[in-house]
Nanobody
Framework: QVQLVESGGGLVQPGGSLRLSCAASGMIFRLHTMGWYRQRPGKQRELVAT???????NYADSVKGRFTISRDNAKNTVYLQMNSLKPDDTAVYYC???????????WGQGTQVTVSS
């Protein structure tokens, strides 16, 4: 079965950086659009960034210029480099996969990112 396993979350000070990773298994990774979503306390889950099979990236306005999504098809892994972190970035970050031209979607279990001094 499909598994998405996130790692790299933690506590970081404002202005700091973190890199999240999501390792995928049980799927043909290169055929999927991969993404990161987050759920901030008291708010609905929201899109952070996506990257297509052709490596076209899309970002939420709130993270443009600070976050970078990338993928390594040889390692079946998608990354989210987060720089200039703000307390408002505190959230559980979820990895997401969607088989392109399909309704099949998958979610990881989430990883906590806390930005605080």
């Amino acid at each position: 079965q499909v598994q998405l396993v996130e790692s790299g979350g933690g506590l970081v000070q404002p202005g700091g950086s973190l890199r999240l990773s999501c390792a995928a298994s049980g799927m043909i990774f290169r055929l999927h659009t991969m993404g990161w979503y987050r759920q901030r306390p008291g708010k609905q889950r929201e899109l952070v960034a996506t990257i297509t099979s052709g490596s076209s990236a899309n970002y939420a306005d709130s993270v443009k210029g600070r976050f970078t999504i990338s993928r390594d098809n040889a390692k079946n892994t998608v990354y989210l480099q987060m720089n200039s972190l703000k307390p408002d970035d505190t959230a559980v970050y979820y990895c997401h996969a969607q088989l392109e031209r399909s309704i099949a979607i998958y979610w990881g279990q989430g990883t906590q990112v806390t930005v605080s001094s």
